[in-house]
């Protein structure tokens, strides 16, 4: 298929209203659409509930600190479904380690989805108190990556 009649296709759908065209000729095809800006919703923060402790006739029962989050405790949650990387490239650096503070706005990671790199930023600052996935994992819309103190 020549350049020109692509380009051209191009040009004929950004003038319509039309969002998608597809043409075959013989054995090619060539299907081209229009980019759509989707908005993304902001990631929504969980809250956990904190238990109190139980008093028994021995004494007082508390929760393991390990198996409780704390209040101050902010999730950072994948807006989209994709793969989850800690650093820019392979060979940089991660964007944050565990107990570094990061500020509203700082790149925490990037969940790719569809071949595109969506960086996640920080909505508040704070420091790092873990980071719940590895460079690769498949995410899901609304799971947890980081968590911010």
């Known amino acids: 298929m020549d350049i020109r009649k692509v380009k051209k296709l191009m040009e004929l759908l950004e003038q319509s209203s039309m969002s998608e ?5 013989g054995e090619e095809s060539l299907r081209i659409s229009r980019y759509k800006n989707t908005t993304i ?7 956990t ?11 007082v ?7 409780i989050s704390t209040v101050d405790d902010h999730p950072i949650t994948s807006p989209m479904v994709g793969t989850f990387y800690s650093a820019a490239s392979p060979n940089s650096d991660a964007f944050v380690k565990v107990g570094q503070h990061v500020n509203q706005g700082d790149t925490i990671c990037i969940v790719e989805a569809m071949k595109i790199m969506n960086q996640i930023e920080a909505d508040q600052s704070g420091t790092v ?14 799971q947890t990556l980081v968590i911010i103190q």
């Open 21 to 25: 065209i597809e043409i075959v000729e």
């Open 41 to 47: 919703a902001p990631p929504v923060a969980i809250t």
């Open 49 to 59: 509930p904190v238990v109190a402790p139980i008093e028994t006739s021995t004494g």
């Open 61 to 67: 029962i508390t929760p393991s600190e390990n198996n």
């Open 129 to 142: 108190t873990e980071i719940l996935c590895k460079n690769g994992d498949a995410v899901e819309f609304s």
